[in-house]
């Protein structure tokens, strides 16, 4: 994406250069600032060559930076594939000021290993959905929505990403490379189940997230999902979650820690159509399954 951006952003300045070259041309070639108008047709040529050579040279230099970007892409592109081991993420960063200077352009990005789970039955026979650590289960299909994917990846707070990716600028700045790679192992993990609605309502189609995640100190809030003004307190089966409704950004979560297992649990759907009841009763099925 960020290739195409480059690419159209390139073109627009090529185009642009040209376009003024040929103003600026025309305006001289205006045959009130000319002594002659015999020598009229002579001064418009030579604008014309003028400024297609500008053109020209605008079109490939234009083509020459972008071939550069594609080059640090390509390369960005090839550190963050291959084989991941268990645990691993990977962090990439364009060490080149020309190309971070470009409005479009993305100088780190980072990816991890993960297992991805299309089959439900297949994530849980392969997890021990239920039987592990870090439980996370939903027997019934929420009512609307069918089974997307299952995820289990390294976890990292927020906070610990942005520190990483400042920390991966600085070293890769004082590196030198142009290419510099960074490697972490964690064995910190989180899961997540991915379910979508069946039909789409009003053009919409609303996504619902169950996901699991080591929980920080004890008291401390869920960073993934804060608190709002308008969050509630309440119970589920005893336990007690935070319930929050987004109106304006059209979400709505429902979060809890099991002090047993010491896991945050964060249910949210976006844009969906699952109500406050519905949503709470999804809650007691993952909090059973948990036990």
Do not use: C
């Amino acid at each position: 994406m960020n290739y195409r951006k480059t690419i159209m952003a390139m073109t627009s300045a090529a185009l642009l250069l040209g376009i003024g070259y040929g103003d600026s041309g025309q305006a001289f070639a205006d045959p009130s600032r000319l002594q002659s108008a015999a020598a009229l047709p002579a001064v418009q040529a030579d604008t014309k060559y003028m400024a297609q050579v500008s053109q020209e040279e605008a079109k490939a230099k234009a083509e020459q930076e972008l071939k550069k970007f594609k080059s640090l892409l390509d390369q960005q592109k090839k550190a963050l594939s291959g084989t991941y081991q268990p645990g691993e993420i990977r962090y990439v960063y364009i060490n080149d000021k020309e190309y971070q200077a470009s409005p479009s352009s993305s100088p780190y990005a980072s990816n991890s290993y993960s297992l991805i789970f299309r089959n439900y039955d297949e994530y849980t026979k392969k997890n021990a959905a239920g039987k592990t650590a870090m439980p996370l289960e939903l027997k019934e299909l929420p009512h609307g929505y069918n089974f997307t994917l299952a995820r289990i990846a390294p976890y990292q707070t927020s906070s610990e990403q942005k520190k990483m990716f400042n920390q991966v600028i600085a070293e890769g700045k004082a590196s030198g490379k142009k290419i510099y790679v960074k490697k972490l192992q964690e064995k910190r993990i989180s899961i997540e189940l991915i379910y979508t609605m069946t039909a789409p309502v009003n053009g919409i189609t609303g996504v619902l997230a169950i996901r699991a995640e080591p929980a920080g100190a004890a008291g401390k809030a869920v960073e993934s999902e804060p608190v709002q003004p308008q969050s509630e307190k309440l119970k589920v089966d005893g336990q007690e979650v935070i319930y929050t409704a987004n109106d304006k950004q059209e979400h709505k979560s429902v979060v809890w820690m099991n002090a047993k297992t010491h896991v945050n649990y964060i249910l949210r759907e976006d844009r969906g159509h699952l109500n406050k009841e519905e949503l709470l009763a999804l809650a007691g099925q993952v909090m059973e399954a948990s036990k």
